[in-house]
Structures are given as structure tokens and as C-alpha cells.
């Protein structure tokens, strides 16, 4: 079966500390990978995305995110963390560019000044 | 440069009723997705419409019915709304062969 787990569902960082979220796929297929951010309230923000090549990708807003196949693994990562980015975090998979999403439950960010 | 837009923001609808939500897809777009996130969950894929054909369905009763026009917009009907429809509705734009989605704000649905 497709899925994709977000085992945190609430991380709380200091300012300026790293970030790692963890996102982990079951999909029958090489699967093309997103990161989405939500504020409250709001639609789905494009952090990244990966298709193929290079497994570590840069976004925007100061994220990347490093595919490992043999982990099934698409952690979202970011040096030092903003109170601005605090937000949900979502991970989603897909078939191919246009095929539908599958997204996690989401990982909710807390940032502490 | 417009992105996806959505219509109404908010509503809120009596348990039975109908509904419609509208999406106008980023310009140069030609398909357009619809999500169902009931709050605290990630969006689910409703489907996707392309060529005014609905192309993909995910698991969603046949009371989610949906429309694409000449002009790609799209509508997202539902009826017989229960209180479980309760839920933000976002749509999705897409260019055919082109890498990935622009996501709208969402509409949020009420259903007392």
C-alpha cells in the first residue's frame, strides 16, 4: 500500500537551533517527493521536491531535504530555525509530476524565542 | 502572476444540503486537483480533472462530484453534505508534463 509517515506530530525547537523533520514512503515505485508548508489557516506552500539526480535538494526559505532509497527516507532539514517558520510541515508522495499526492499527517513546528 | 483561486473562503451549510466550491487555476494551467484536510490531517486527493474529463478519483463516495470548463476552472460539488464533510477543500493547478502543484488557499466547509 502507498503511504507516508510523519512519526513526529509535534516538534518544538529554540530559535536558531537545527531542524530535522522525519518522513518515511511505502510506494511500489520510484516516487516523486514534496515537502509542503501550511500556515494556519492557509493552503499548501512548495518547500522542495525531488524527482531524480542529486539526493540532496535545496528549497526555499533556507530547507533541503536528502532522499535515501534504501531507507525510504525524505528528511526535511534546516540549520537554523526562524520564528517565522513555525508552521505544519507536510511530506507527500507522488507517481509522477501531476499524479496525485499522498501526504502525511503532518509534523506541527513550535519555534521558541 | 495570479495563482489558484478559490471560492468562497468560508461557508457553512446544513447536514443534507448541497454544495459547490470553485477553483480558477493558475494562468497557463490545465488541470486541476481537489484535497479534502479535515483539521489536524494531511489533504486527501478527491480527483483531478483534465481536458474537462476527471482523470484520477481517489476514495471518495459519489456524492463528490466535480466539473472542469473550457477555460480550465473547475467546480467541486457535494451532496448530501454530512457533518464529516466538514473540512478545508484545496485545489491543486497543474501544467500537463510540467513539475508539480500550485496549491490555493482552501475553502472551508462547515457542515452543522
Known amino acids: 500500500a502507498q503511504s507516508v509517515t510523519q512519526p513526529d506530530i509535534h516538534i518544538t525547537v529554540s530559535e536558531g537551533a537545527s531542524l530535522e523533520l522525519r518522513c518515511n514512503y511505502s510506494y511500489g515505485a520510484t516516487p516523486y517527493l514534496f515537502w509542503y508548508v501550511q500556515s494556519p489557516g492557509q493552503g499548501l506552500q512548495l518547500l522542495l521536491k525531488?524527482?531524480?539526480?542529486?539526493?540532496l535538494v535545496q528549497g526555499i526559505k533556507g530547507f533541503e531535504a536528502e532522499f535515501k532509497r534504501s531507507q525510504s527516507s525524505f528528511n526535511l532539514r534546516k540549520p537554523s530555525v526562524h520564528w517565522s517558520d513555525a508552521a505544519e510541515y507536510f511530506c507527500?508522495?507522488?507517481?509522477?509530476?501531476?499524479?496525485?499526492?499522498?501526504f502525511g499527517t503532518g509534523t506541527r513546528l513550535q519555534v521558541f524565542p | 502572476d495570479a495563482g489558484v483561486t478559490q471560492s468562497p473562503t468560508h461557508l457553512i451549510k446544513t447536514r443534507g444540503q448541497q454544495v459547490t466550491l470553485r477553483c480558477s487555476p493558475k494562468s497557463g494551467h490545465d488541470t486541476v486537483s481537489w484535497y479534502q484536510q479535515a483539521l489536524g490531517q494531511g489533504p486527501q486527493f478527491i480527483f483531478q480533472y483534465y481536458e474537462e474529463e476527471e482523470r484520477q478519483r481517489g476514495n471518495f463516495p459519489d456524492r463528490f462530484s466535480g466539473h472542469q470548463f473550457p477555460n480550465y476552472s473547475s467546480e467541486l460539488n457535494v451532496n448530501a453534505l454530512l457533518l464529516g464533510d466538514s473540512a478545508l477543500y484545496l485545489c491543486?493547478?497543474?501544467?500537463?508534463?510540467?513539475?508539480?502543484?500550485?496549491f490555493g488557499s482552501g475553502t472551508r466547509l462547515t457542515v452543522v
Open positions: 491543486a493547478s497543474s501544467l500537463e508534463g510540467a513539475k508539480g502543484y500550485t
Open positions: 507527500a508522495v507522488g507517481a509522477r509530476v501531476t499524479d496525485k499526492l499522498i
Open positions: 525531488y524527482f531524480s539526480g542529486d539526493t
